[in-house]
C-alpha cells in the first residue's frame, strides 16, 4: 500500500478499530477451545469483538494455527486488517542455537547474523511476522538472570552482535522475502543494571553512563534498520521506561529519528501504577502514549482508556492516529495488507523447520561458542583409545535441559544430550553414569557411583552446571556458585582421581573459584542448544578446537560483583603491592576476576610478536594502523581472536582504564603466522563527555593488543592530533 492508502484507511477506523489495533494480546485468546480462552477473557474483560479488532497476537507459532487465526479474524475485522503475529525467537525457533552469551562467546558476528538468518526462516514459515529480538541490554552483574539473553559487557561488541541480528532476521527486503521476520529491538533501556542484580528492579544512572555504555546497542540496532523497540520493565532515572518521555520522544525518536513502532513489555503499561507513577489505569494509558509507546503487550489501559481520554480532551487524538500508523506501517512494510498469510506455509515448514542444514549449522556455532577456560597439563582432549577410559558424571551428563531459558519452541527430545554425543563419538572409550543425579542434591548413591567410575578411569568428565531454569526472566540468584551438592560430588571424584574436566551448561557467568582449584580443566558449554551434545563433544574429542572467549567477566566471588574490564580509572589504583593500604581493593580477594573479559583457550598455543603502529600520531585524515604478528606454535590448526584496546589518558571525564576497540577472529595453521590489522580512528574513541556531547579527546593514548583484556602487550603512545 501507499502511505495516502494507508492514511485513508486510518480515516476510515472507528476510535474502538485505532485502539484496538494498539493491543497485544497472546494466542490463549484465539483458542479454539472456549475453556482455554474464558479464563484469559474474564481476567482482561475482553469481548469477541475486541479480540477481533486486537491488532497483534504474542506467543503464536505453527503455519497452521496462524493461517487459521489470520484468516478467520480478517473476517471478523470491520476493516479486514490482518493481525501481526510476534513471538521471543531469541537464539533460535525450533532449531536451537545457543543462548546469545554464548553465541558472544564466538566473537563470530557472521554466526550470529547466521543463527539469526535460520531463526527467521524457521519461524517466517511457521506464521511468524516478527520476533522479540535481539535483545541487547549491557551487563555486568551475573546476579541477574537475563545475562543470559545478552551478548555481555562491552558495548561496542554488543552494537555489532545487534546489527548482525538484524541483518539475519530482516534481510534487505523483508516486504518480498517472506522468510524473514521484523525485529524488535530490546529493553529499551538499561534493563540490564538493575540495583543488585535483582530482575525488574530499579535502574538509576547519570545520563553520561547511560549514553556511554548502555545505549550504543540499541541505537546500532535501529540503524541497522530494526523495525520496532520494545520498552523495558524497570524505571530509568526515575521513570518507568513505559512512561518515559525522555527515553522515548526525546532520545529514540527525536534524536535518533526513530519512526518505527514502539511495543511495552509485558504488562509494563500497567505496571506505570504498581510504580507508582500513575494513580491509576486511566493514568497509565496517558502517560504510556504521550511518551511514545504505540502498542500495549498484555494489558488493557489504552483499551479501558484512551477513548475517553480523547473525548475529554485531555490527551490528543494526533498522538493516537500517530501510534496507529505506526502500526499500520509496521504491517505494510511486511507487505501484509496483499499477503496476509506471509511465508506461513505448512509443507515448508515439516521441511524447513529443524532440517539437516540448521541442525548442521546450530552444531558448528554451538562449537565456535565453548570456551575453555583451563587445560592444565593438557589434558584435553581427551584420548580414547583405551576402553573404558573416560567416565561421564554429574548431573549434566544426560540431561536434555541445554536448551537454555529462550527457547519456546525448542524440544528437550529433540536435543542431544552430553552422553549421547560422546557416545556416538568413543562408544567403547566413555562409560556413563546411571544413577539418577540432581542439580541441587546429588544424592550419596550418585556421588558413591561417580567416585567408582573415576577409581578405575584415566579421565573423569563431570558435567555440571545450572537448570535452565535457574537463569533467564524471574531468575536472579544472590549465590552464584554450582549448588552445594555439585560440589561436593566434584570433591569426592577429585580424590580419587586429579583427571577430572568439569564441562559446564549454564546461563551466567559463575563463581568458579571453587571449581578452578579442584578440576584440571574447564569446558564453559553455557546452553548450547539442539545440538548440545555433539558439539561439545566436537570439542572433547578435539574434532573441534575451542576458539571461544568470555564477553562477560567471571568473579572470583560475588563479592566482587559488578566486575568489569572497562573499568574506569581511580584516583588510588592498586598496583597489587600485598599490604598496600588506601588504594581502590578489597582486603579479602583481588580486584580483578577469576577469568576476564575477551579469555579463552585453545588446544593450539598462540604466541604475539610486537605490536607495531603505523605512526605517532592520528587524525580523521591519518588513522593509525596496528600490527601484529601471531604464530601458530603449536602442531594443531586453530582460530585465535586478537584483541585492541585503548586507554584515553586524559579526558574531560574519567576513562576506563582500557576498551576494546577491535577484535580479529582469524584461523592460523599449525606452525605458521599470520598479521593482524586493526584500524584506529578518532571516530573509535569518541565518548560522551560530561556535557553530553560525543566527541573525542585530542591527546596522548595507550594502544594495547592481546589474546584477552588481562594479557596485552605493552602499552604504545600514540597522540590524537587536535
Ligand atoms: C519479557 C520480554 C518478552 C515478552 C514477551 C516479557 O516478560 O521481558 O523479553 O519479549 O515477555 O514474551
Known amino acids: ?96 542455537f545457543p543462548i546469545p552469551l554464548g553465541l558472544a562467546s564466538s566473537w563470530d558476528v557472521d554466526a550470529a547474523a547466521q543463527m539469526a538468518r535460520i531463526s527467521a526462516r524457521e519461524s517466517a514459515v511457521s506464521g511468524l511476522f516478527l520476533t522479540f529480538s535481539p535483545m541487547v541490554d549491557l551487563v555486568r552483574d551475573p546476579r541477574w538472570g537475563r545475562v543470559m539473553e545478552s551478548t555481555g559487557e562491552d558495548p561496542r561488541l554488543n552494537a555489532e552482535f545487534a546489527r548482525a541480528m538484524v541483518r539475519g532476521y530482516q534481510g534487505g527486503d523483508l516486504r518480498n522475502d517472506v522468510e524473514r521476520v521484523a525485529a524488535c529491538v530490546k529493553h529499551f533501556a538499561a534493563y540490564g543494571a538493575p540495583v543488585g542484580g535483582r530482575d525488574y528492579n530499579t535502574v538509576d544512572m547519570s545520563e553520561r553512563e547511560l549514553r556511554d555504555m548502555y545505549l550504543p546497542g540499541y541505537r546500532a540496532a535501529i540503524e541497522a534498520g530494526a523495525k520496532t523497540v520494545m520498552t523495558s520493565f524497570n524505571t530509568v532515572n526515575g521513570m518507568p521506561a513505559s512512561g518515559n518521555k525522555h527515553l522515548l520522544r526525546d532520545i529514540l525518536r527525536k534524536e535518533w529519528g526513530f519512526d518505527g513502532a514502539l511495543i511495552s513489555d509485558y504488562e509494563a503499561v500497567r505496571e506505570l501504577v504498581t510504580n507508582g507513577v500513575a494513580q491509576d489505569d486511566e493514568q497509565a494509558a496517558k502517560l504510556a502514549i504521550e511518551a511514545g509507546v504505540d502498542i500495549e503487550m498484555m494489558s488493557v489501559c489504552y483499551l479501558r482508556h484512551l477513548r475517553d481520554l480523547v473525548e475529554s480532551g485531555r490527551v490528543d487524538c494526533a498522538i493516537v492516529d500517530e501510534a496507529v500508523m505506526r502500526v499500520l506501517e509496521l504491517k505494510n512494510d511486511l507487505g501484509l495488507f496483499e499477503n496476509p498469510l506471509r511465508g506461513a506455509d505448512e509443507g515448508r515448514e515439516r521441511s524447513v523447520v529443524l532440517s539437516d542444514e540448521h541442525r548442521a549449522a546450530a552444531r558448528d556455532i554451538a562449537g565456535e561458542c565453548v570456551v575453555l577456560l583451563k587445560n592444565g597439563a593438557g589434558i584435553l582432549p581427551l584420548h580414547a583409545d583405551v576402553p573404558a577410559s573416560i567416565a561421564l558424571a554429574g548431573p549434566c551428563a544426560t540431561s536434555h535441559d541445554l536448551l537454555g531459558a529462550w527457547s519456546w519452541q525448542g524440544r528437550q527430545k529433540e536435543t542431544v544430550s552430553l552422553a549421547e554425543g560422546l557416545l556416538a563419538r568413543h562408544p567403547h572409550a566413555v562409560t556413563v553414569a546411571r544413577e539418577s543425579c540432581d542439580y541441587d542434591d546429588p544424592s550419596p548413591a550418585a556421588i558413591a557411583e561417580a567416585v567408582d567410575m573415576a577409581r578405575s578411569a584415566s579421565v573423569v568428565v563431570l558435567a555440571l552446571g545450572e537448570t535452565s531454569d535457574m537463569s533467564g526472566e524471574a531468575a536472579s540468584r544472590s549465590d552464584i556458585r554450582l549448588p552445594h551438592g555439585q560440589i561436593d560430588m566434584l570433591r569426592a571424584v577429585r580424590a580419587v582421581n586429579p583427571n577430572v574436566v568439569v564441562v559446564l551448561f549454564n546461563g551466567r557467568p559463575l563463581d568458579l573459584t571453587e571449581v578452578d582449584r579442584e578440576a584440571r580443566a574447564i569446558v564453559e558449554a553455557w546452553f548450547p542448544g539442539t545440538e548440545a551434545g555433539r558439539a561439545v563433544a566436537d570439542v572433547l574429542v578435539g574434532a573441534t578446537n575451542p576458539s571461544g572467549k568470555l564477553t562477560m567477566s567471571f568473579p572470583r566471588t560475588v563479592g566482587q560483583v559488578p566486575v568489569y574490564y572497562n573499568s574506569c580509572s581511580t584516583g588510588r589504583p592498586y598496583e597489587a603491592k600485598p599490604r598496600e593500604k588506601y588504594v581502590s581493593k578489597y582486603l579479602d580477594v583481588a580486584n580483578d576476576p577469576l577469568y576476564p573479559f575477551g579469555f579463552g583457550l585453545s588446544y593450539s598455543t598462540f604466541s604475539y610478536g610486537p605490536v607495531t603502529v603505523s605512526g605517532a600520531e592520528f587524525d580523521d585524515r591519518h588513522p593509525l594502523r596496528v600490527d601484529v604478528s601471531i604464530a601458530n606454535t603449536s602442531d594443531v590448526d586453530g582460530v585465535e581472536i586478537a584483541q585492541l584496546y585503548v586507554r584515553d589518558l586524559v579526558g574531560d571525564a574519567v576513562r576506563p582504564v582500557k576498551e576494546l576497540k577491535g577484535f580479529s577472529r582469524v584461523r592460523i595453521a599449525a606452525g605458521s603466522s599470520v598479521t593482524v590489522t586493526f584500524s584506529l580512528t578518532p571516530d573509535d574513541v569518541r565518548y560522551v563527555h560530561p556535557d553530553l556531547a560525543f566527541t573525542s579527546d585530542p591527546g596522548e593514548f595507550d594502544i594495547m593488543v592481546g589474546p584477552d583484556s588481562r594479557h596485552l602487550s605493552s602499552p604504545i603512545r600514540v597522540v590524537l592530533k587536535s
Not at 486510518?10 to 497472546?26: A, H, N, P, R, Y
Not at 494466542?27 to 479464563?39: L, P, V
Open 1 to 96: 500500500m501507499q502511505h495516502v492508502q494507508l492514511e485513508r484507511l486510518l480515516s476510515e477506523m472507528t476510535m474502538d478499530e485505532k485502539i484496538g489495533q494498539l493491543l497485544q494480546i497472546s494466542g490463549d485468546f484465539y483458542s479454539t477451545t472456549a475453556q482455554e480462552r474464558t479464563g484469559p477473557m474474564s481476567q482482561l474483560g475482553l469481548t469477541e469483538r475486541e479480540i477481533a479488532n486486537a491488532g497483534s497476537v504474542l506467543g503464536v507459532g505453527g503455519a497452521a494455527e496462524c493461517r487459521r487465526i489470520q484468516t478467520e479474524y480478517m473476517a471478523r475485522h470491520r476493516l479486514h486488517i490482518p493481525t501481526l503475529f510476534m513471538g521471543d525467537v531469541i537464539h533460535g525457533y525450533r532449531t536451537i
